[in-house]
């Protein structure tokens, strides 16, 4: 199993950035890729960014050239910097990982095995 924890969630006004840290542990040598997915309130979970073993990188359309995601292999921790927020940025980032060798449907929730707890994320108006 993996284990993932996620932090540096909070409060924060439009225009302004964040950076939040998911570190896994446990089977981490299993990871194919890890990403990022977001839910809002009476929203579906969105896809917000991956990135693969090999370090092949996605966003959504909607966060692209605001967010960045990155990992550090040592640590076995994945980040995603977000600037310039929207006040529809809004909701709770989960962090998950994709332990399937020859996955690659990193778009979907279903593709992932394990996910951390959420952080939430608040930018306000």
């Known amino acids: 199993q993996v284990q993932l924890v996620e932090s540096g969630g909070g409060l924060v006004q439009a225009g302004g950035s964040l950076r939040l840290s998911c570190a896994a542990s446990?089977?981490?040598?299993?990871?194919?890729?890890m990403g990022w997915f977001r839910q809002a309130p009476g929203k579906e979970r969105e896809f917000v960014a991956v990135?693969?073993?090999?370090?092949?990188?996605f966003y959504a359309d909607s966060v692209k050239g605001r967010f960045t995601i990155s990992k550090d292999n040592a640590k076995n921790t994945v980040y995603l910097q977000m600037n310039s927020l929207k006040p529809e940025d809004t909701a709770v980032y989960y962090c998950?990982?994709?332990?399937?060798?020859?996955?690659?449907?990193?778009?979907?929730?279903?593709?992932?095995?394990?996910w951390g707890q959420g952080t939430q994320v608040t930018v306000s108006s």
């Open positions: 998950a990982v994709d332990t399937d060798r020859y996955g690659s449907n990193w778009y979907y929730a279903s593709q992932y095995d394990y």
């Open positions: 446990g089977r981490t040598f299993s990871m194919n890729a």
């Open positions: 990135i693969s073993r090999n370090d092949n990188i």
